[in-house]
């Protein structure tokens, strides 16, 4: 059964998104118009409602924009400072201009702080693209990705993990994006057996035909693995959909270590941190840092928002 | 056995050509290259080699899991052998958590060590727990040998017996993981000395009746993915062994990019601190020693799987995959229905009759040659008749490029260049035992394909198709293998264009130029060092030592070729012949902007583009990058 209308809010349009009272929205500023969102809305109708901007400023920190302070990505101690500035009851970790490696600290340290019992809900927002830039994409070719390149695979920070496995005993879960080069790079780079490979594509995506691009982009891994018979689909703006398929993947083997690469959509790695954050001695994130072309989407689409905290806790 | 039930076979015995997709299987397949008994002595030892050339199988061959299977599961036999191998995988995703945060190399490089040592004890006493499961009798560690274990890595915990020790292992890892996930709050376990807990570990766990006499190999695969000082840490490991372990290195070419330990000028060398196995030099120094593992390799596989009660099946690969002579070639390219050969016929016959003895290829290239030099074939042909020994010369220098020339350009439908036969294969895979496998697998799924019997030999013409279908398959594969792996695929586009131009033009130049310099003076980008390394590395490129290597090897001393498992897809010959001197800049222009790098390169020998020949059929698919 589909899960999302428990956790799962979807605003067709941005004036119509709301803030709940009494909360700390943390959110950051990238090349794409999306990002932009939250300083266009109209701010005086909220009620003690606190802004956090920050900016990537490179070595896994990141600045506090009015305060002009430094926090650091790979800290406890920093993340919770910045979670606990406002004193809210909420917070929000808008996900759509802060790279993943903001958000991965951001949620992996809010979702703690929750547990601890120091705030009431994690809620993390998303606005949709309206298009990718994907024309070119569409022509033959492999290089015309949306990321120029990557900076290789290196943990996230809060989810280094250090602890060896077998490698006949690990299952490979790929999110994946468009782009095929980085899935090959993950099967380089984590030696799954073929056998243990669940690709995921995000189906329905933003567009109808981003599905179809996602098939494309991919196929060669795909078809050097003959993994294409085993692809799995999840909503590509759901972050419940993804959590829910992975969950199911767990119980079908349920000794196996997972590997999983977020190398999609944003909502697909949101999900994808918060199993690691649910299961940490049995899932390991493996993410490769693109680095992402100046303006690779257009638009905005829809804004999800997503009550994280309590859909790692029921689930 | 229908075809379709051999290709299931042909995918069980061919497909799994990576040693990661073999599972257990892996032993049961096992062939010993030549070179194995040299990596059972005590010593160090690097065994260096590009992707696919047998590393993984080998180290995990020297594995305890490895031996244990080998030797048919019966741990008697197994404990005959004199040594223990432990196997560790570098796994990028771990050792890069050792990186960054505020911490520098010589801080992380004390972090690092103390995870070494945990790493390597675990799977120590891992092994010893293994082996107790196997061997009712085994002396137990005592506890005076557990506290100590626990001791050299800062375990505190009390811990008598092996269970225990493990347990508090195990747990000391995840709080180390906990605590390099908040590094910048500083709060570091106690941490271990570099290699300590490794020296007692094995020294206990010798003590031991049952592993009396033997010493632990330390089998470490993929070095290149350690950070320049991890690979430090363990070059003094590695310098500073003692009798009770040793290391196993498993690394790419070029893939051991520091060669000195913590002390800057205390360098490892060969033969002084370990033993160097180049595998591509083991296995290409002669012509039968790739050839002959090879034939191990797959002609196990063709007998033990895919032929099965097949008692017709051709399982001698030589004449599974029968070659072509150049002649044969020829007239399989339909020779005599070139421009060149009509011109030929077009001759009296009293003339063609001076030379009605030779082939139709040597016809084809008296014609070629009076075209290019502006001379008559009629003139040739005396020149010919007066000077018998230097034209043969000449033929002999020239014959396999003329195939090239035969059909060239996209308007000629087909294949326009043949790249078969077993020796051809082994030389296509270039020492590269995954590559000479795929080969192999798509031969003959493009033969079973067809409803062809496995009492058949397989056609040159699919043999071609699968040396075509497999390098283009790499070629796309490459941007995966690093993270700047797109430049690769660039790279290969444009010097397989140049090359191929060169092979099929009609021109004065000397023949099989698919080798290339660097030249020394003039502009280096600052990348250049790191783009050559990756395309060493990755097998994009294979080099050579050049003619005058200096004392101190630079990156342009060397002689540089595509892999020739691209000829094929590129249309070039595979065999290292002639040379043409390339600059670094002339590298990146491939990749930023190809088509004005790629006329310039080949103006500069004489050939203008605008009177080349379209992109052959099988390249067309990367219209965009050459446009």
């Given at each position: 059964m589909k899960k999302d209308y428990l956790y799962t809010s979807i605003y067709q349009s941005t004036s119509d998104f709301v803030i709940d009272d009494d909360t700390t929205y943390i959110y950051g500023i990238s090349s794409e118009e999306r990002s932009h969102f939250v300083e266009s809305i109209e701010k005086s109708q909220f009620t003690n409602v606190n802004f956090i901007k920050l900016e990537n400023i490179g070595d896994d920190k990141v600045l506090e924009t009015i305060s002009n302070k430094e926090y650091?990505?790979?800290?406890?101690?920093?993340?919770?400072?910045?979670?606990?500035?406002?004193?809210?009851?909420?917070?929000?970790?808008?996900?759509?201009?802060?790279?993943?490696?903001?958000?991965?600290?951001?949620?992996?340290?809010?979702?703690?702080?929750?547990?601890?019992?120091?705030?009431?809900?994690?809620?993390?927002?998303?606005?949709?693209?309206?298009?990718?830039?994907?024309?070119?994409?569409?022509?033959?070719?492999?290089?015309?990705?949306?990321?120029?390149?990557?900076?290789?695979?290196?943990?996230?920070?809060?989810?280094?993990?250090?602890?060896?496995?077998?490698?006949?005993?690990?299952?490979?879960?790929?999110?994946?994006?468009?782009?095929?080069?980085?899935?090959?790079?993950?099967?380089?780079?984590?030696?799954?057996?073929?056998?243990?490979?669940?690709?995921?594509?995000?189906v329905p995506g933003f567009r109808p035909e981003y599905p179809h691009v996602a098939y494309w982009g991919n196929r060669r891994p795909l078809e050097e693995t003959e993994t294409w018979r085993k692809i799995r689909f999840a909503s590509a703006n759901s972050m419940v959909e993804v959590y829910t398929l992975l969950s199911k993947i767990r119980e079908k083997s349920p000794n196996f270590k997972i590997k999983l690469a977020p190398i999609g959509t944003k909502p697909h790695a949101i999900a994808a941190m918060l199993f690691a954050i649910k299961y940490p001695q049995t899932v390991e994130l493996v993410y490769d840092n693109p680095k992402r072309k100046i303006q690779r989407t257009e638009g905005i689409g829809n804004v999800i928002e997503c009550l994280i905290s309590k859909l790692i806790k029921e689930n | 056995?229908?075809?379709?039930?051999?290709?299931?076979?042909?995918?069980?015995?061919?497909?799994?050509?990576?040693?990661?997709?073999?599972?257990?299987?892996?032993?049961?397949?096992?062939?010993?290259?030549?070179?194995?008994?040299?990596?059972?002595?005590?010593?160090?030892?690097?065994?260096?080699?590009?992707?696919?050339?047998?590393?993984?199988?080998?180290?995990?061959?020297?594995?305890?899991q490895g031996q244990f299977a080998i030797h048919q599961n019966d741990i008697k036999t197994f404990d005959k052998s004199n040594f223990i191998g432990i196997y560790h995988r570098v796994n990028t995703n771990h050792v890069r958590a050792f990186v960054g945060g505020g911490l520098n190399d010589l801080q992380w490089g004390k972090v690092f060590s103390h995870y070494f040592n945990l790493l390597i004890c675990r799977d120590i006493l891992i092994f010893i727990k293994w082996h107790s499961n196997q061997s009712v009798n085994d002396e137990q560690l005592s506890a005076h040998a557990c506290k100590l274990i626990a001791n050299s890595i800062n375990i505190d915990d009390p811990c008598n017996n092996l269970e225990s020790l493990l347990e508090k292992f195990d747990m000391s890892?995840?709080?180390?993981?906990?605590?390099?996930?908040?590094?910048?709050?500083?709060?570091?376990?106690?941490?271990?000395?570099?290699?300590?807990?490794?020296?007692?570990?094995?020294?206990?766990?010798?003590?031991?009746?049952?592993?009396?006499?033997?010493?632990?190999?330390?089998?470490?695969?993929?070095?290149?993915?350690?950070?320049?000082?991890?690979?430090?840490?363990?070059?003094?490991?590695?310098?500073?062994?003692?009798?009770?372990?040793?290391?196993?290195?498993?690394?790419?070419?070029?893939?051991?990019?520091?060669?000195?330990?913590?002390?800057?000028?205390?360098?490892?060398?060969?033969?002084?601190?370990?033993?160097?196995?180049?595998?591509?030099?083991?296995?290409?120094?002669?012509?039968?020693?790739?050839?002959?593992?090879?034939?191990?390799?797959?002609?196990?596989?063709?007998?033990?799987?895919?032929?099965?009660?097949?008692?017709?099946?051709?399982?001698?690969?030589?004449?599974?995959?029968?070659?072509?002579?150049?002649?044969?070639?020829?007239?399989?390219?339909?020779?005599?229905?070139?421009?060149?050969?009509?011109?030929?016929?077009?001759?009296?016959?009293?003339?063609?009759?001076?030379?009605?003895?030779?082939?139709?290829?040597?016809?084809?290239?008296?014609a070629y040659w009076a075209s290019v030099h502006g001379t008559t074939i009629i003139t040739s042909i005396e020149d010919y008749i007066n000077n018998k020994d230097s034209w043969d010369m000449r033929y002999e220098n020239y014959k396999y490029e003329m195939l090239f020339k035969i059909r060239k350009g996209r308007g000629m439908s087909g294949i326009q260049k043949y790249y078969s036969g077993w020796v051809t294969f082994t030389k296509l895979a270039y020492g590269n035992i995954r590559y000479l496998m795929e080969l192999v697998y798509k031969a003959y799924e493009k033969h079973l394909e067809d409803n062809q019997k496995l009492s058949v030999a397989i056609s040159p013409k699919y043999q071609t198709l699968a040396a075509q279908e497999t390098g283009l398959k790499n070629l796309m594969e490459l941007e995966g293998l690093w993270k700047n792996g797109a430049q690769l695929t660039k790279l290969l586009l444009g010097l397989g264009r140049v090359f191929q131009v060169l092979a099929s033009n009609d021109g004065k130049s000397a023949p099989e130029k698919n080798?290339?310099?660097?030249?020394?003076?003039?502009?280096?980008?600052?990348?250049?060092?790191?783009?050559?390394?990756?395309?060493?590395?990755?097998?994009?490129?294979?080099?050579?030592?050049?003619?005058?290597?200096?004392?101190?090897?630079?990156?342009?001393?060397?002689?540089?070729?595509?892999?020739?498992?691209?000829?094929?897809?590129?249309?070039?010959?595979h065999r290292r012949k002639r040379k043409i001197n390339l600059k670094p800049i002339d590298l990146f222009g491939m990749i930023n902007s190809p088509k004005e790098t790629i006329k310039f390169i080949l103006k500069r020998t004489d050939i203008n583009m605008d009177e080349v020949e379209r992109l052959p059929q099988q390249m067309s698919l990367f219209e965009n990058y050459y446009k």
């Open positions: 650091h990505l790979r800290s406890s101690t920093s993340m919770h400072e910045i979670l606990a500035k406002f004193s809210s009851k909420n917070i929000y970790i808008d996900a759509t201009g802060l790279d993943n490696r903001i958000c991965a600290a951001l949620i992996k340290n809010a979702i703690e702080y929750h547990n601890n019992g120091k705030i009431d809900n994690v809620k993390v927002i998303y606005a949709e693209p309206a298009l990718y830039n994907i024309k070119k994409f569409k022509a033959e070719s492999v290089f015309n990705d949306l990321s120029e390149k990557i900076d290789g695979i290196s943990p996230l920070p809060g989810f280094a993990t250090i602890f060896p496995q077998d490698d006949d005993e690990i299952i490979l879960i790929a999110l994946l994006g468009f782009e095929g080069g980085r899935f090959s790079h993950m099967l380089e780079s984590v030696q799954p057996p073929k056998e243990n490979i669940y690709p995921v594509i995000g | 056995m229908n075809n379709n039930e051999t290709l299931k076979k042909l995918n069980e015995s061919f497909g799994s050509y990576k040693a990661e997709w073999l599972k257990n299987q892996i032993f049961e397949l096992f062939a010993e290259p030549s070179y194995f008994p040299a990596l059972q002595d005590n010593r160090p030892c690097v065994l260096e080699g590009g992707r696919g050339t047998g590393k993984t199988t080998v180290l995990r061959g020297l594995s305890y890892m995840y709080s180390f993981q906990s605590e390099i996930n908040n590094i910048i709050d500083g709060k570091l376990p106690k941490l271990s000395m570099a290699g300590d807990p490794i020296k007692i570990i094995t020294e206990y766990a010798l003590q031991l009746r049952q592993f009396e006499n033997k010493i632990f190999f330390i089998l470490l695969d993929e070095y290149e993915n350690y950070e320049n000082y991890q690979q430090m840490v363990l070059n003094s490991l590695i310098k500073h062994t003692t009798e009770n372990y040793t290391f196993k290195i498993g690394v790419r070419e070029l893939g051991w990019r520091v060669k000195h330990t913590l002390n800057t000028s205390e360098l490892l060398n060969d033969p002084a601190d370990y033993v160097l196995v180049n595998i591509e030099s083991k296995l290409t120094e002669n012509e039968s020693s790739f050839s002959d593992f090879a034939k191990s390799v797959c002609e196990q596989r063709i007998k033990k799987i895919l032929a099965g009660n097949d008692e017709t099946a051709i399982t001698n690969i030589d004449d599974a995959l029968k070659g072509l002579t150049i002649e044969e070639e020829s007239a399989l390219l339909d020779v005599k229905n070139t421009t060149h050969y009509r011109n030929f016929l077009s001759l009296p016959k009293s003339t063609r009759n001076k030379v009605k003895n030779l082939p139709e290829l040597y016809h084809f290239f008296i080798q290339f310099t660097i030249e020394k003076s003039g502009e280096v980008p600052s990348d250049f060092e790191e783009l050559m390394r990756n395309a060493v590395m990755h097998l994009a490129l294979i080099r050579t030592p050049g003619n005058k290597m200096g004392e101190a090897y630079s990156t342009r001393d060397y002689l540089y070729m595509i892999h020739p498992l691209y000829s094929a897809y590129f249309q070039f010959s």
